[in-house]
């Protein structure tokens, strides 16, 4: 988590007390005393809390409380007062100041606050599960509890790799559904007929294989919650299915005639634009908007870098003791490398780069080195001077870059499962393994170790 503080102040003993305070409380603290500081220096999510004398001087108008908080809108800012005056600390709450501190700083008082900040921190940086405090995460937080206190169908959009089945848990966990079933299944995962008999059940006989009656998720999942990720992969004949199960509530098996009636709460996602797909005719139009009833978007990770540093921290605790690994934490430079990264795989690939990491990491501090040799090759603006290839060289070359970025995330997702890994790329074993031995990639280097 974030312990990072700011002190503001022309004081500089004052400033100097107060940052040997926040240090023994394990917090990282910096002290800025003058206008050309505070002007030069890049604060945005750096800093969890700002404690600032509000007469300091500024450039322009606005006073250093207003500059301070609209340039780091998500730190908690502290007025740093020399006498107590009622209506002046209150006039400072009611702009936004979080809390004030009289000099001198009493060290119960100082104490206090950190936790206060702590326990905030915690709350915004963890949400069931999901680890983020961007304003675009807690936007979406609220999106969550709202939906979650309905039995509306949702629709999860978002990348791959976002995160969509956490989100899709969080509504459940949130939800009266709660104490029931949450049953998930990748449509895109399997074939009509198999996808058709997970989702309905069938009758014993129905088709070749069916040597049992089987339940479907929508009856066993009854008073629970069905999530139904990449929703837009759904053949025409069970998209007409899906609907009818959502309007009515009803089901019935593969090779049966009787109806049955559920009750789920349904839960969609997809990375593609489904909208698009249903002006091309793919995606049924009363369908589309029966599941789109209250949409729910996930930012990418690009679009939230300010959570990069805690989900990496939160990777390094877990995996550090999934692996016995010596890594604690990430160096100045490894953290700058890992907020420079465009992370087209977001917050999986960061996951699966910090787990690598971890394994090769030769102390207790990552290093760039460590994270660079984790990850899954160049990136594709990083071919070199291409200009200077021929037509064939290039196709080449981009040819390994792009294979590369495939099957190690591919081994990273499948946890460096072959069977799984050969099954979703079309490739019989042999050819699979042949692939992996031309990029030098080992199945075991992505293999989680149980303890």
């Known amino acids: 988590m974030n312990r ?25 603290a910096r002290a800025a005393y003058s206008t050309q500081e505070i002007s030069a220096m890049e604060i945005g999510p750096r800093f969890r809390v700002i404690m600032a004398d509000p007469r300091f001087p500024v450039e322009g108008h606005a ?9 780091a809108p998500r730190a908690s800012i502290v007025a740093l007062l020399d006498r107590s005056d009622s209506a002046f600390e209150n006039a400072m709450i009611s702009s936004g100041v979080a809390a004030t501190l009289i000099k001198p700083y009493g060290k119960e008082k100082v104490t206090s606050l ?58 459940h966990r949130l939800s009266r559904r709660s104490h029931k079933r949450f049953l998930t299944i990748n449509c895109g995962a399997l074939s009509e007929t198999l996808l058709e008999s997970e989702l309905f059940g069938h009758e014993k006989g129905a088709f070749t294989g069916a040597l049992k009656l089987k339940p479907g998720k929508f009856e066993i999942a009854t008073g629970g919650t069905v999530f139904l990720d990449e929703i837009g992969e759904i053949s025409p004949a069970v998209q007409v299915k899906t609907l009818k199960v959502i309007e009515t509530g009803e089901v019935e098996r593969l090779g049966g005639n009787d109806v049955i009636k559920t009750d789920v709460r349904m839960i969609f996602a997809t990375n593609r634009d489904l909208l698009a797909d249903v002006k091309d005719g793919r995606f049924r139009r009363d369908l589309y908007y029966r599941i789109n009833a209250f949409p729910v978007h996930v930012p990418p990770l690009r679009e939230r870098r300010e959570d990069i540093p805690a989900l990496a921290e939160r990777f390094l605790e877990i995996y550090s003791a999934r692996h016995a690994g010596r890594a604690r934490s990430l160096s100045p430079e490894a953290l700058g490398w890992l907020m420079e990264r465009r992370w ?66 591919l081994l990273g997702v499948c946890k460096g499962g072959v069977t799984a890994c050969s099954e979703r790329a079309g490739l019989d074993r042999k050819t699979f393994y042949a692939k992996l031995a031309e990029l030098g990639l080992d199945p075991k280097d992505f293999r989680v170790t149980k303890k």
Do not use: C
């Not at 030769?362 to 090759?377: I, K, P, R, T, Y």
């Open 63 to 71: 006073g250093v409380m207003d500059v301070l908080m609209e340039r």
């Open 114 to 171: 950190l936790e206060r900040f702590a326990r905030e921190e915690e709350r915004d940086y963890d949400f069931m599960g999901m680890i983020g405090s961007s304003p675009k995460m807690l936007r979406m937080y609220e999106t969550l509890r709202a939906v979650a206190g309905t039995d509306s169908t949702a629709l999860i959009q978002g990348e791959t790799g976002v995160g969509k089945e956490m989100v899709a848990a969080a509504i």
């Open 4 to 28: 990072s503080a700011l002190i503001v102040d022309l004081d500089r003993h004052a400033a100097e007390t107060l940052r040997n305070m926040l240090e023994a409380a394990g917090w990282e």
């Open 344 to 409: 087209e795989g977001n917050v999986r690939e960061l996951e699966n780069v910090i787990e690598r990491a971890v394994i090769v990491a030769g102390s207790e501090v990552v290093a760039v080195s460590d994270l660079a040799s984790a990850g899954d090759g160049p990136e594709p603006d990083e071919m070199g001077d291409i200009a200077s290839l021929t037509y064939r060289q290039m196709r080449k070359k981009a040819l390994e870059v792009y294979e590369r970025k495939y099957f190690t995330e």
